[in-house]
Structure formats: C-alpha cells, structure tokens
C-alpha cells in the first residue's frame, strides 16, 4: 500500500463518535438484512459529491471509513432473495411491467423518454482533435488511417500500449445490422466493425510452457478506444459556488478523457502473454452502425468474430507490415498454425461492454435468447468449450434488480418498442453458476449496482472467480493510476488462472460479507477525493 496515499486521506477519518452508523437509522435500511451495518459515512467527490455509507477498517493504526454505493432496492419483507431479485426481473416481467406503465400517461411518458436515451445515435468523438484516425464510418475505409499504439507512444501521451505496435494488425469484421435499424431506421446490408488484434508469445505455464490465450474487451459506453486522452486535460473541475467536483469532458486536447486507462488494461494482458482482440462496437468509434445500445447484439458479434477469425468470411486485416489481406489469408496468418476453435478465449468488457460480455457468456452457455423482436425466441446454448472465462469491470452484474426502480420498465419499453436489449435482466445471474470463471473488478462507489449486488453474483458462482475492487467510481477518467495498475494486475491474474486450467485465481480474496469486501479495497484514493481531502 501507498503510505503517501494513506495519509493524504486524513479528512476522511471517520470520527468514530456515538454509533457513528448510518444505516437503519430513521427505519430506513440502505443494505438487506444478514448484510453487516453500515458503520460510518464518508464524502466521496466525484462521481456522487456527497455522503455515502461505509465500513471502518484499520489503515496503519489509523480508523478509516471506506464508503460504499448502498442496494438500490432491498428485499421486501417475507420475500426471499430469488423470489424478488430473480423472479421478479426476468424478460418476462420487465415486458410486464412496461405493458402496465404504458396504462398510466405519466409512467408511459417518463419511461418513453428514459428509453429514447438508449435508441439514438451517437456521434463519434474520435478524430475531433486531431483528423488522423476520423473515418467515414459508413464507407468503405483505409484500415492505414485507423490509429495504431504507436500513435499513443510519442508525448504528450507516452502510453505503454505504443509497445504492442509491431505485434498489432488492424482488423474489419462484418457483421449484420441490428433489430433497430432494420426495423425503425430501414437500414438494410451489413456493417464493420474495426479495431486491433494484438499478438502475443503466450501465457507461461507451470512446467514453462508458452500457451497462447485470447482476450476479447469490449469498451464502456460510448466508449471509442482509439480516442485521444491527453494528460494535460485535468480529470475534473470544481465548481467554485456548490464545491460539486466534476470529472473532465472532451475539449481541444482530449477527445475521450480516461480512455487511457482502457488502453491500458490492453497492455497489461498483452504484456503478460495474451493475444488481445478489441474493436470499437457498433455504433460507436471507427466502427460502423448507427445504434451503439444493443448489447445482446454485440454479445452476437463476439461469436461472428470468433467465427471470421478462423475461416476469414467477411475479414479484412492490415498486418504490422502494412500489407493487406482479406478472407481465408487474412485468417490464416492471424491464426498461425492454430484454431481459434480451440485457443483459450476469456472476454471481458466494461461497463456496457460488461452487459454484452455477459450476454455473450449466457448465450454460450445456458441458452441462446433474443430479446430485440417481438417474439423472443431461444435456442440451444452456442457451446464454445474454449471460452474458459469472462471479466467484468464496472459492472451491473446482478441485473436489474439491482439498478434503481424503473429501469425494468426502461428495459421492457426498449424491447418491445425499440427492439434493443440493453441491461441485463435476472437470467443471467441467476445462471452465472453454468460459467467456468467470473472475475468482478469495479469501484467501491461505483453507482451502477450496489457492492452488495455484485457480491451477490460473486457468491451465485461456481467455477473459478475473483472479485476486485478499489476505492473509486464507475468513470475512468479521474481514477488512481495506481488502482488502474491494481485492476490491470487483477484481470492478468484472472486470465491467467482461466488459460491455465488454475482452480484458484492468485491474490484472490474471496470474502464472506460485504463488510470484508469492501474493506478489501487497496489504500490508495480516487484522485477528487484524495486532493480534496489534502486540503
């Protein structure tokens, strides 16, 4: 741990006067029974600018609160846990439930236009500071004006992905569009999907063996990975009136503050012996498309580019050499002389990648659902046996029961109104136990689920798994470098232990409540608030 850290944070010393706890006070509990107290409550900046509820941990001698994002919606009294987070947020209910929203114009209105937030086009940031690396998402593209990592190598950047630059082909899949553009913007024809494949020398086994490990990551909303994060765009402002902190937005120097950190997770894998293979989604970046929200869509692009990958239908690639290939050959040489039936897979995504990345897992291993049509319909799992595991970061694990109320009737409009899956319902966690690993990494205020949501999910697992977390928010953009290196280090060790055939994932802390886990978080804070708490 960071001693410098560490003291840096002594306005968040809680003052351990009274009870000093701030749950079940007034008859309202922010946690479900069984689940420890809360002990004590603590500012955290940015992203919430307020108070949170936290557990006392011992830091060197020192009483220190570390604050956590409470449960959204708790159990109701006389309910069990499977009857209300599973039963109650299921495809079938959340259609329900918007079916009898639509009976109430207010509900209708408020849920409809919550909807339309996750149906819309998103302009593309990348290229707005610097025209290098902006395409014509719906031409026909030169995969040389696509960045490559050693555009981020020279300063004012200097990020450590610049390494991977010789190992580094750009590739195009394609892929059909979408139930919403098909069906409310008359799109016809397929799309591209763009991004890198990065080449590894394999993960080193026990015996010192090299064995060649994929890594599928999927960026976070609106998230276009090859966007530019300048350093000298400070990671938040202050507002000199509310003393609300607010983290940086794009502007002449930056065009995706954070993303950075992404890049880095990409490093760190293809660093430690991973192939890593990242495009931007569809809708978003220097991919094509026009709706970025489909998640359980882009769960289906997963499995199109394992499939492209190995027969090369549909394929483009651009090889560090700058030579150009397409179908059988472009595959062939980025399988070199293996399958990608076989080579060990691990996905990972986060945030809105997450969803898709746990679409993906459901649909390979319990049951292949679409939800975007009318009539979903479902078929046998996709059965990969190489996909060994699955990272989460930053995300809504648990499922909607989780998230805040509405946002089930949100879902069920964007499924029968927009044909758009998006969150993820009850279903997947509820068979989370059929995966072979599951890693959870997030911040410990994190506002997208509860902590006490995802370590529900962590407990539900049966195979392989580890859960993660630091001292921070959902956002990247003013996170720790020094919890960013914590994260990358725990998705390598997860990865890792997935490849390996490993039973347990090394520096796992596998804790038995939600006071242990959070508690668990590295001592080192989230950039607003270890500043504000300097002064």
């Known amino acids: 741990m960071?001693?410098?850290?560490?003291?840096?944070?002594?306005?968040?010393?809680?003052?351990?006067?009274?009870?000093?706890?701030?749950?079940?006070?007034?008859?309202?509990?922010?946690?479900?029974?069984?689940?420890?107290?809360?002990?004590c409550s603590a500012r955290?900046?940015?992203?919430?600018?307020?108070?949170?509820?936290?557990?006392?941990?011992?830091?060197?001698?020192?009483?220190?609160?570390?604050?956590?994002?409470?449960?959204?919606?708790?159990?109701?009294?006389?309910?069990?846990?499977?009857?209300?987070?599973?039963?109650?947020?299921s495809n079938a209910r959340v259609r329900e439930k918007w079916v009898a929203c639509k009976t109430d114009p207010a509900c209708a209105e408020k849920t409809l236009a919550a909807a339309k937030g996750f149906a819309k086009f998103e302009p593309r940031d990348t290229g707005k500071v610097d025209k290098k690396g902006a395409i014509d998402f719906?031409?026909?593209?030169?995969?040389?004006?696509?960045?490559?990592?050693?555009?981020?190598?020279?300063?004012?950047?200097?990020?450590?992905?610049?390494?991977?630059?010789?190992?580094?082909?750009?590739?195009?899949?394609?892929?059909?569009?979408?139930?919403?553009?098909?069906?409310?913007?008359?799109?016809?024809?397929?799309?591209k999907l763009r991004g890198w494949y990065i080449r590894a020398d394999g993960v080193t086994a026990d015996d010192g063996q090299?064995?060649?490990?994929?890594?599928?990551?999927?960026?976070?909303?609106?998230?276009?990975?090859?966007?530019?994060?300048?350093?000298?765009?400070?990671?938040?402002?202050?507002?000199?009136?509310?003393?609300?902190?607010?983290?940086?937005?794009?502007?002449?120097l930056t065009e995706e503050p954070g993303i950075r950190h992404w890049r880095s997770f990409l490093s760190d894998l293809n660093i430690a012996g991973f192939d890593v293979l990242i495009t931007d989604r569809r809708g978003n970046g220097i991919s094509g498309g026009r709706n970025g929200f489909n998640s359980a869509e882009q769960a289906n692009d997963m499995f199109r580019e394992l499939e492209q990958l190995e027969t090369g239908a549909g394929l483009r690639v651009?090889?560090?050499?700058?030579?150009?290939?397409?179908?059988?050959?472009?595959?062939?040489?980025?399988?070199?002389?293996?399958?990608?039936?076989?080579?060990?897979?691990?996905?990972?995504?986060?945030?809105?990648?997450?969803?898709?990345?746990?679409?993906f897992m459901h649909k390979n291993f319990v049951e292949n659902c679409n939800y975007d049509v009318a009539e979903p319909n479902c078929a046998k799992p996709v059965g990969l046996s190489n996909v060994k595991g699955a990272i989460l970061y930053g995300p809504n694990s648990a499922g909607l029961g989780f998230r805040l109320a509405g946002h089930d009737a949100v879902e069920g409009a964007l499924r029968v109104d927009f044909n758009t899956t998006y969150y993820v319902d009850s279903v997947v966690p509820a068979n989370v136990d059929k995966w072979p690993g599951l890693q959870i990494i997030k911040g410990t205020w994190d506002y997208v689920e509860g902590l006490e949501g995802s370590l529900d999910t962590y407990k539900r697992a049966k195979g392989l798994k580890d859960i993660s977390v630091f001292l921070g928010p959902h956002i990247l953009q003013t996170q720790n470098p020094e919890n960013m290196k914590f994260a990358g280090q725990r998705m390598v060790a997860f990865a890792t232990a997935?490849?390996?055939?490993?039973?347990?994932?090394?520096?796992?802390?596998?804790?038995?409540?939600?006071?242990?886990?959070?508690?668990?978080?590295?001592?080192?804070?989230?950039l607003s608030t270890a500043i504000a708490a300097e002064k």
């Open 318 to 359: 651009l090889g560090p050499d700058g030579k150009l290939s397409q179908g059988g050959e472009a595959a062939k040489i980025l399988r070199d002389g293996a399958s990608f039936r076989e080579i060990p897979v691990v996905v990972g995504g986060y945030s809105r990648g997450s969803y898709a990345t746990q679409w």
């Open 498 to 526: 997935a490849v390996l055939g490993k039973k347990e994932v090394e520096g796992a802390k596998n804790p038995k409540d939600l006071k242990e886990l959070v508690t668990s978080a590295p001592h080192v804070w989230e």
């Open 138 to 191: 719906d031409g026909m593209v030169d995969l040389a004006s696509v960045r490559r990592p050693s555009y981020f190598g020279h300063a004012p950047y200097s990020e450590a992905i610049a390494h991977a630059d010789k190992r580094t082909s750009i590739v195009e899949f394609t892929v059909p569009r979408d139930s919403y553009e098909q069906r409310h913007l008359k799109f016809t024809g397929d799309i």
């Open 2 to 39: 960071l001693r410098s850290s560490l003291l840096s944070a002594t306005s968040i010393l809680v003052a351990l006067s009274g009870s000093c706890a701030i749950a079940q006070t007034a008859g309202e509990p922010i946690v479900n029974r069984d689940t420890p107290t809360p002990e």
């Open 210 to 252: 090299k064995i060649r490990g994929l890594v599928i990551m999927n960026n976070g909303g609106g998230s276009e990975f090859t966007a530019i994060d300048n350093t000298k765009t400070a990671p938040f402002t202050v507002d000199v009136t509310t003393g609300d902190y607010s983290p940086a937005k794009s502007d002449e």
């Open 44 to 89: 955290v900046n940015v992203d919430r600018n307020g108070e949170l509820p936290g557990y006392v941990a011992d830091w060197d001698g020192k009483k220190v609160c570390v604050p956590f994002t409470p449960t959204n919606q708790l159990l109701p009294l006389g309910v069990s846990p499977d009857d209300f987070y599973i039963k109650d947020f």
